[in-house]
């Protein structure tokens, strides 16, 4: 028998008994909507986690240092890669160098230093950070009050709620106001002649060589503040980029504020160039970390990155994938008895028939594939149900959690997330159980001796 | 389907269906042997129990013997897979029965097109091959009708038509006016032997009724007790 004749008979028989079929379809549909409700939650979850981690500038960052500088992250310089490349200066040169390498987005070097801001004539101390244009795109800022820095060098400033708290109790009347940071700049002292063999440097973006040392002269700066910041942003690990009031980058480079490190990497550049104590090269994707690291590994620099926390955290997810899609599939499994329950009654209703359509000429095949594909049939229907109710609940659990959420002040957030590909599963995995469970009625059926069949009344 | 060698289209040879019915042995049909020629009407007579339904199921293929070889053709069914066999009631066999067996939820044109299904024929194909069968036995102002709505008489004949639809070369009819009133069974057998005349089909039909046996079988094979007990030309 042809497939469409096999399906539009299947059709025919389930539409005989509307009742029964219709209420075992809609048991599969409930097992599939458990198991949607709870993969989209696990799903949703991971998608939630991997987010706010990618947001983080966690995995998405490679920290270069000149190898001599790696020994702080508890391990020999040389053990880093292996590589026996040896180690140059982290200079400008590199920066564009690391720039060039493909899958890199930008890259930055770290500018976060302590210092004090004054408001309407009131002095508090704090932690200043660069930020760079990458930054807005992190999705950190996403929800601010006041808007991102209107340009790369504005002179403007974002403020973590927190502090802003302790200029105004009202911190959206902080907008538009100004406030005075008040820092120390490096200033570069004329080369002594002996010293130009080798001992020169700097911290940070300097611009001229210092490769005579530096002085420190204290400034005031005027920046505006353009927007608050509900949560702490992090730009990348280590500390980097936290700090309660943010600054462009290109600013913070422009300042060339002295910071506690400056004396130790003085002494390690060669003259009349810039070096950064360390770089951090941020790329499109953390699936990129590695290549990328690899890269930068042959010109000589030590890397670090978090790649390994991201694949330990992927597995974690997949555990925990795993565990909710058991649950889920328990309600699939009972569900499935019904169908089996639903075909075996079939059969006894329909013996007398089963013996007509073997008389006609079918095959034991023929009447296999017959109640294996109103099995079939079922699996599909009540797999696209399930998909519809398992989707219906993931929105009101979403719901549920941002209407609690925004009571209590916090952003929203999306717990439970339906991907096209867990649809096509689930409708897939739905038939695949429901013919799985067609199998023992349709062999049964099958198995029928017609006389006996015919003979039944 | 072309005839065997000695003509028949039918062929027991010593053939047995016994079964076990708790400790005791039925059997069935014993030791029967006949021949029947192609485009031979022969009515299969006798009692309840005589076995003659059973050696109908064994030509069918329906049933397989426990000894000795039925040979449709020349194919001993004896030796077939069901699969064989299923493909020998598609296209050598047509059946009718006493209860009609029309399926209740589909229409008569639907219940008629079944075996055509069955055997895979092409769709374009099957409407024309559906009318005609429809047309034969004279029911073509009932083809969306369902066999709740259908005459007893009417029924049949869409039975017929259903039996006849795949050309089989072979009519099997187990007590094919059991159910009908006196006046709509001779109807059905003056059908039966328009088919028989008309299409040159060989007809083997069940019948406890001596009387209409002899008046449209050409010949008639008396059973009793599985057992073959007469065999002869009807008067």
Known sequence: ?457 | MTPAADGSAIRTDHIARHYQMGSALVRAVDDVSISIRLGEFVALLGSSGSGKSTLLNLIAGLDRPTSGGIYAHDLNLANMSSQELAKHRSHTIGIVFQAFNLLPRMTLEENVELPLRLAGVDRAERGSRVRDAIQHVKLGARLTHRPSELSGGEQQRAALARALVNRPTILLADEPTGNLDSATGDEIMNLLREINESLRMTIVMVTHEQPRAERFAHRMIQMKDGKLVSDGESR
């Open chain 1, 1 to 457: 028998m042809k497939f469409r004749d096999l399906t539009e008979l299947a059709w025919r028989n389930l539409r005989e008994a509307l009742l029964r079929n219709s209420l075992t379809t809609l048991g599969i549909g409930v097992g599939v909507a458990s198991l949607v409700a709870m993969l989209s939650l696990g799903v949703g979850l991971q998608e939630m986690a991997n987010q706010r981690l990618s947001r983080s500038g966690l995995f998405d960052a490679i920290i270069v240092a000149p190898r001599t500088n790696f020994r702080g992250f508890g391990r020999r310089a040389q053990d880093n890669d292996g590589s026996s490349v040896p180690g140059g200066p982290l200079d400008d040169e590199a920066r564009k160098a690391l720039e060039r390498l493909p899958n890199v987005v930008e890259v930055y070097p770290e500018i976060r230093f302590p210092t004090e801001i004054r408001y309407a004539g009131v002095p508090y101390s704090t932690v200043v950070a660069g930020v760079p244009e990458s930054g807005q795109r992190s999705g950190a800022y996403d929800g601010m009050t006041g808007t991102f820095f209107s340009g790369p060098a504005a002179d403007e400033a974002i403020l973590q709620i927190e502090f802003a708290r302790q200029l105004s109790p009202v911190t959206s009347s902080l907008i538009g106001k100004e406030l005075v940071l008040r820092y120390a700049e490096r200033q570069a002292l004329p080369a002594e002649p002996e010293a130009n063999n080798g001992r020169a440097n700097t911290n940070g973006a300097d611009d001229a060589g210092l490769s005579g040392g530096f002085s420190v002269v204290p400034r005031e700066e005027k920046l505006r503040i353009v927007g608050i910041v509900e949560t702490e942003p992090a730009s990348g690990f280590g500390g980097v980029g936290r700090g309660r009031v943010m600054i462009p980058l290109q600013v913070a480079e422009k300042l060339r504020v002295a910071q506690t490190n400056d004396f130790r990497t003085m002494l390690g550049a060669r003259p009349g160039r810039n070096a950064y104590q360390s770089l951090t090269v941020r790329v499109k994707s953390p699936a990129v970390v590695k290549d990328v690291e690899d890269a930068i590994k042959p010109l000589g620099f030590a890397t670090y990155s978090l790649l390994d926390a991201t694949s330990n955290l992927r597995q974690v997810f997949a555990v925990f994938d795993l565990l909710m899609g058991i649950f889920g599939s328990l309600a699939l499994i009972v569900a499935s008895l019904g169908i089996i329950n639903t075909l075996v009654m079939a059969i006894l209703e329909r013996r007398r028939e089963i013996g007509v359509l073997k008389a006609l000429g079918a095959a034991d095949g023929d009447i296999r594939k017959l109640f294996f594909v109103e099995a079939g049939v079922m699996g599909l229907i009540g797999g696209l149900l399930g998909v519809a109710i398992g989707w219906m609940i993931g929105f009101g659990m979403n719901f549920a959690t941002n209407t609690y959420l925004r009571r209590q002040s916090l952003p929203p957030l999306k717990v439970s997330s339906v991907p096209w590909w867990m649809v096509a599963a689930a409708i897939a995995f739905s038939i695949a159980v429901s013919l799985a469970a067609g199998l023992y009625p349709a062999s049964r059926a099958a198995r029928l001796n017609p006389v006996e069949a015919l003979r039944y009344e």
